[in-house]
């Protein structure tokens, strides 16, 4: 098939066959990898195989582009997923601040109202001549130690 009857003699004639401008034929002979033939002597079939070639070239270098950028994009979506579940993780770890604030005043109410019966429990330990003054001295440190609970104040003042 390869005989001197799909040999042309011109590049206008290599145009007219691919249907292009001459422009673009001559711009096919520069270049790294240039159309097979030479002036007085362009082989069409070779020419299509080259052109073949290189259009095949271009599609394979576009789809592994495309691929390259499917794997990105996939190791993009599963970095977005990753740092998703850690911060879910991390969330599921924290408590809501209000709530804890009112969790600690009620623990530090109970420890206080809990402090504040030691006196008279205690109370028969001490012998009866001390006894007043022993429970109203305990009174009043347990009383000192719950203002200074009181004074903390809300917690978010002092964060």
Known sequence: ???SKFTVKTLGQVAKFF???????KQWRCGPDPMPGEPGAWPLWEIVR???????HRIERNESAEQRKNLELAKLATDV??????????????????????????????VCWRLQQVPDECATIFPPAIRDSATAEMRQKIGLICKEFESLGDLSESA
């Open 50 to 56: 080259w052109r073949y070639a290189k259009v095949r």
């Open 1 to 3: 098939m390869e005989d």
């Open 19 to 25: 249907g292009v401008s001459l422009q673009a034929v």
């Open 81 to 110: 997923q990753a740092r998703q579940q850690e911060l879910q993780r991390l969330a599921a770890g924290l408590v809501n601040r209000e709530a804890a604030e009112r969790q600690i005043a009620s623990m530090v109410d109970r």
